[in-house]
T-cell receptor, first 111, second 111 residues
Framework: DTAVSQTPKYLVTQMGNDKSIKCEQN?????MYWYKQDSKKFLKIMFS???????INETVPNRFSPKSPDKAHLNLHINSLELGDSAVYFC??????????FGSGTRLTVV | GENVEQHPSTLSVQEGDSAVIKCTYS??????FPWYKQELGKRPQLIIDIRSNVGEKKDQRIAVTLNKTAKHFSLHITETQPEDSAVYFC??????????FGSGTRLSIRP
């Protein structure tokens, strides 16, 4: 009954690999997000989808491709992983009241 | 464009004392001002929020005050306890889909 769930929680992979992180929310929210948090705790928005439509695409390399099959899911696929991609990635959803609900995060380590 | 400045970046207070974190925003259209708390290894969580038609809101030991003229809002924590140690974020919104978080304030409570 977790509101925003993302998998996996930890991901260790080699440079050059392709990986995906999945996110699902059961709150009925229309908007979902992906954030990247670096080692200094800087929390930066990457993408935002509203009802399956991309509405925010910040300056993120095109190796990162979000996919939203329906408004309850927003997955993140990363091609050709680099060392600098190591971070914690948070999925979040928001409803009409503007409040955010974050997932528990995916700690990605590229070696 | 929108910008948010949060001060201080780190704060250490004696247990039992008060802590104040200030957030300055630039977009006059901002109308929602939340504070998020992120404990070590966990997700950011909404702890208190305020809307532009209210000057102050309190919830037990935490309060948020808003000064629209000066374009800043502050988080006040009284009688601090060890569990208040965390990173605190003040994202600013101009619309539900445009949000800026930043690096937050790392609060440490000294025993």
């Amino acid at each position: 009954d977790t509101a925003v769930s993302q998998t996996p929680k930890y991901l260790v992979t080699q440079m050059g690999n392709d990986k995906s992180i999945k996110c699902e929310q059961n709150l009925g929210h229309d908007t979902m997000y992906w954030y990247k948090q670096d080692s200094k705790k800087f929390l930066k928005i990457m993408f935002s989808y509203n009802n399956k439509e991309l509405i925010i695409n910040e300056t993120v390399p095109n190796r990162f491709s979000p996919k939203s099959p329906d408004k309850a899911h927003l997955n993140l696929h990363i091609n050709s992983l680099e060392l600098g991609d190591s971070a914690v990635y948070f999925c979040a959803s928001a409803g009409g009241d503007y409040g955010y609900t974050f997932g528990s995060g995916t700690r990605l380590t590229v070696v | 464009g929108e910008n948010v400045e949060q001060h201080p970046s780190t704060l250490s207070v004696q247990e039992g004392d008060s802590a104040v974190i200030k957030c300055t925003y630039s977009d006059s259209a901002s109308n929602y001002f939340p504070w998020y708390k992120q404990e070590l290894g966990k997700r950011p969580q909404l702890i208190i929020d305020i809307r532009s038609n209210v000057g102050e809101k309190k919830d037990q030991r935490i309060a948020v005050t808003l000064n629209k003229t000066a374009k800043h809002f502050s988080l006040h924590i009284t009688e601090t306890q060890p569990e208040d140690s965390a990173v605190y974020f003040c994202p600013t919104y101009s619309s539900a889909s445009k949000i800026i978080f930043g690096s937050g304030t790392r609060l440490s409570i000294r025993p």
